[in-house]
């Protein structure tokens, strides 16, 4: 059975700083991507990042270049997401995600094939 668990999340002040960890368990994703998405209350499910577990190529939106860093460790099985400079617009459920197994870095939500159930992520201004 496949397994993604999200940890990390918290409350933090604008301008800080948080470490996401996705645990991935029940199969192997050498071929596939994984990633995040987020979704704040009201809104629709918002891509992240994703990372190409078998070269580390990797993908942002717009609004996380420069803040956020994708990254994975192979030993661990773990995907991470270091988040800095903080901001309240920031602020929703962080999802871990994996899938496609062909590894293509997409940012359509259905293309994803497994999903975690999240971790709050709320920053205060």
């Known amino acids: 059975q496949v397994q993604l668990v999200e940890s990390g999340g918290g409350l933090v002040q604008a301008g800080g700083s948080l470490r996401l960890s996705c645990a991935a368990s029940g199969r192997t994703f050498s071929s596939y991507a994984m990633g995040w998405f987020r979704q704040a209350p009201g809104k629709e499910r918002e891509f992240v990042a994703t990372i190409r577990w078998s070269d580390g190529s990797t993908y942002y939106t717009d609004s996380a270049k420069g803040r956020f860093t994708i990254s994975k460790d192979n030993t661990k099985s773990t995907v991470y997401l270091q988040m800095n400079s903080l901001k309240p617009e920031d602020t929703a459920v962080y999802l871990c995600?994996?899938?496609?197994?062909?590894?293509?870095?997409?940012?359509?939500?259905?293309?994803?094939?497994?999903w975690g159930q999240g971790t709050q992520v709320t920053v205060s201004s």
């Open positions: 995600v994996a899938g496609p197994r062909s590894g293509t870095l997409l940012t359509v939500a259905n293309r994803y094939d497994y």
